[in-house]
């Protein structure tokens, strides 16, 4: 018989035992970090942990589209081995403290250092990559903490073993810093221009052995044990000697505050050289963060196409804050926190569509500390970010677009936001004309004066006429539709928090999509005091009107108020006919400028994320089996578990985020309302795990191939004839249970109250 403490601790072990089988499961073994490394995905395969600061990975391109996170799977060369990546972004940066093994002579030229490899001597996984160097014979691992990296270098037996430090890689360097300031320690800084144009990187380097001898390099011409150096093109090397499989391990801090921070960083996140351990903690966290979503199929691709792309939903935003609540702010000044997390890279154009409402849902704490980092870059710089990176605005892409990340965040329950602050900032930002902008930074350094121009009429003429005259703005067709968006979540915040005369502005505005909507072709067209401009082709791309798009892909963004939209349009049975059109019309496009429009059905651009909803629209017009057909068919063609296995830029998240959303089977068609558009799941049974404690289940009954359609759903056991989810449905917890077939039920969803709705009440 047990005893008392022995009952207790059986009965303890019982319920925890499900627990225990739940925390084993290693999601991390289904994540490919090769997927979207090819065509122009734009990914990195590299070491990183979830939204770590470190992103450690092989440099195999310096320039070029297809080079801007520094690796392109086509490629057989390495340079070497950098603490920074971006992930599927379509402009270049990053690439800094960069590491390279060698044997030999030192050689300080890329040229001379680089090595060749072979793709069968390539792995990587979820917190780990690594590669055999041909021309030194080295065999290269990697792994990462938040904000350290560990690097394994297996040398041959040599008396000169070296490690090359480049800080010229990549971005130009505006000035910094190397020391050698021990037998085994190198520290110092870069500061950088690219993208972002005053990027502050700080290191630490110690290596698990002494090296006997060591120098700096100034543009090349090296400095034989020189241990302090400063300026531009900066390089540093060490040497060792080595036996034959001799290991030499280099564990390196990074910070954008300073050296004691990057060697505090490095202190309590990696205070050893064990590598295993690194590397097993960081397959730890990654499961902790993969197992938000527990999924089950039948096929093992589907399971690694799903993994990888929550994967690539966890790379960005990243910390940019040390181990002490350091960090670098706006005002580019160093500022201090312990009340949240501070974060970089948002890349808010893309990633607040997928992104950000997924995150909304399974990351509730981290979403907090978003809203709480975009809030105090206001303080610090004067508007919510755009485009941010490392510090810097980079003013890139439309909209204010941290306006409905803070919105949706808000009236989902999330706590620690300072309303009445968020608030203002968000008004500040849809109201600040050039003149504004130019006070907040001096100069605007991506804006000519002609564009300055142009940005203070552009704003200037839709706050006073309620839409961008073409003339006075590059994108004014699109930027009329997402301003008014914009708008529109500014009305939904002040609405929740009882500001009535914010409400009655903003809700105005968020009808202004209007003033550019043509009735007589059905299109959104650019337009002046005078009427609409002649030439119209809705097949052309444009930069001057949309924003890497053309009329076919910007006319249906009009999340805040699809009503609205089709009955400017005919009503329901036109405005499918619409899109009926625009996925079966030709692929081509015409102009320039097109190189983002990409994974085309008809004039439908997966690609690109203006088109990211479109295929849920299907749902408002009570039409939902076509919603049901199109995205399975998104995700069967464009999503493939191979290297170039993603339809575009995968957008620092944005493109999985997709994805995870599709495969689950709904999708946040107006992040800022409450409902989700049900698609078609591509996964058997997927359980979201809450922050609450509670789980959400979907399941999809005989989920074959060929049935990609719903003839009945249940949802917590009850009969559901909804095409759409409540958020509260979600948070709740339950299941939602789906019947497929082959064949489409088109009665279902389409019934009055059936069908999600989205609609301007004012």
């Known amino acids: 018989m047990l ?12 319920l925890l035992f499900p627990l225990f089988l739940f925390s084993q499961k290693d999601f991390s073994a289904y994540v490919n970090p090769f997927i979207g490394t090819g065509g122009h995905g734009h990914t990195f395969p590299g070491a990183t942990v979830p939204f770590g600061m470190v992103q450690l990975s092989p440099d195999t391109r310096l320039t070029g589209w297809d080079g801007c996170s520094g690796y392109h799977y086509s490629d057989k060369k390495i340079y070497g081995f950098s603490y920074t990546h971006l992930s599927g972004t379509g402009c270049s940066d990053y690439g800094d403290v960069m590491l390279m093994p060698t044997v030999g002579k030192v050689q300080l030229s890329n040229k001379n250092y680089a090595s060749t490899f072979k793709k069968e001597n390539e792995k990587a996984s979820a917190g780990y990559y690594a590669v055999y160097l041909d021309k030194p014979n080295v065999h290269v691992e990697l792994t990462t903490t938040t904000r350290t990296g560990l690097h394994k270098y297996t040398f041959p037996k040599s008396n000169s073993s070296n490690v090359i430090l480049d800080l010229t890689h990549r971005d130009k360097a505006k000035k910094g810093e190397i020391n050698i300031t021990g037998n085994n320690e190198l520290s110092g800084y870069r500061i950088s221009t690219a993208w972002a144009s005053n990027q502050h990187l700080y290191f630490v380097i110690q290596f698990s052995k002494p090296f006997k001898k060591f120098g700096t390099a100034k543009a090349d011409a090296k400095s034989k044990g020189s241990k302090h150096l400063r300026g531009s093109f900066l390089k540093a090397y060490v040497q060792f000697e080595t036996e034959e499989d001799e290991v030499i391990y280099a564990r390196v801090g990074i910070s954008a505050v300073s050296i004691e921070g990057a060697r505090k960083n490095l202190e309590v996140e990696q205070p050893t050289f064990d590598f295993e351990m690194i590397k097993t903690d960081a397959v730890k966290l990654w499961n902790k963060e993969l197992g938000k979503i527990e999924v089950e199929s039948d096929s093992e691709n589907d399971k690694r196409i799903f993994y990888t792309a929550l994967y690539h939903s966890m790379i960005a935003p990243n910390v940019y804050q040390d181990v002490d609540g350091k960090y670098r702010g706006r005002d580019l000044q160093v500022h201090e926190t312990k009340d949240y997390t501070n974060y970089t890279v948002f890349s808010l154009w893309d990633t607040y569509r997928a992104l950000h409402p997924l995150l909304t849902i399974i990351d509730r704490k981290r979403t907090s500390d978003f809203v709480n980092t975009f809030i105090t870059q206001y303080k610090e710089g004067g508007l919510l970010p755009i485009w941010e990176l490392s510090a810097n605005e980079t003013y890139c892409m439309i909209g204010y677009h941290a306006v409905p990340v803070i919105t949706d965040a808000y009236l989902k329950g999330i706590a620690g936001i300072n309303a009445a602050l968020a608030l203002q900032a968000m008004q500040k930002s849809a109201e600040t004309d050039e003149r504004e902008l130019r006070a907040i930074k001096k100069p605007l350094t991506i804006l000519s004066a002609v564009s300055l121009y142009r940005y203070k009429k552009g704003m200037s003429h839709y706050f006073k006429n309620g839409y961008i005259k073409n003339s006075f703005m590059s994108g004014s067709v699109a930027k009329t539709l997402e301003f008014a968006y914009d708008d529109w979540c500014i009305a939904k915040m002040a609405a929740a928090m009882d500001s009535t005369s914010v409400y009655d502005k903003f809700i105005n505005r968020a009808a202004n999509y209007k003033n550019v909507y043509d009735p007589s072709t059905g299109f959104m067209r650019a337009r002046t005091k005078r009427g609409f401009i002649g030439g119209f082709d809705p097949y052309k791309a ?13 006319s249906p963004y009009v999340p805040q108020d699809i009503s609205g939209l089709m009955k400017l349009s005919g009503g329901k049975e036109r405005y499918s006919q619409f899109l009926d059109s625009l996925f079966h019309t030709t692929s081509k496009v015409k102009g320039l400028h097109t190189q983002d429009i990409s994974g085309m059905i008809g004039q439908y651009a997966h690609g690109n994320e203006p088109s990211h909803h479109v295929a849920y629209m299907y749902d408002y017009t009570g039409q939902a089996w076509k919603t049901q057909e199109m995205t399975r068919r998104i995700m069967s063609e464009f999503y493939l578990n191979k290297p170039d296995g993603l339809p575009g830029n995968e957008d620092c998240g944005q493109m999985s985020a997709w994805y995870v959303f599709s495969a689950l089977g709904f999708y946040p068609v107006c992040p800022g309302s409450d409902h989700y558009a049900i698609g078609s799941p591509m996964v058997d049974k997927a359980t979201i795990h809450l922050e609450n404690g509670k789980s959400f289940t979907v399941t999809a009954n005989n989920n074959q191939k060929e049935n990609v359609y719903i003839s009945s759903a249940k949802l917590n056991g009850a009969n559901y004839t909804k095409s759409y989810l409540s958020y509260t449905d ?29 609609k301007i009440e004012n």
């Not at 005893?3 to 019982?14: D, G, Q, R, T, W």
């Not at 001057?544 to 798009?549: D, L, N, R, V």
């Open 542 to 554: 444009s930069l001057t009107i949309y924003c890497e798009a053309n009329a076919w892909q910007y």
């Open 730 to 758: 979600i948070a709740n917890g339950g299941t939602l249970e789906l019947s497929m077939s082959a064949e489409p039920n088109n009665n279902w969803g389409s019934a009055e109250g059936d069908v999600p709705v989205t």
């Open 3 to 14: 005893k008392p403490h022995s009952l207790k601790k059986a009965i303890l072990l019982f």
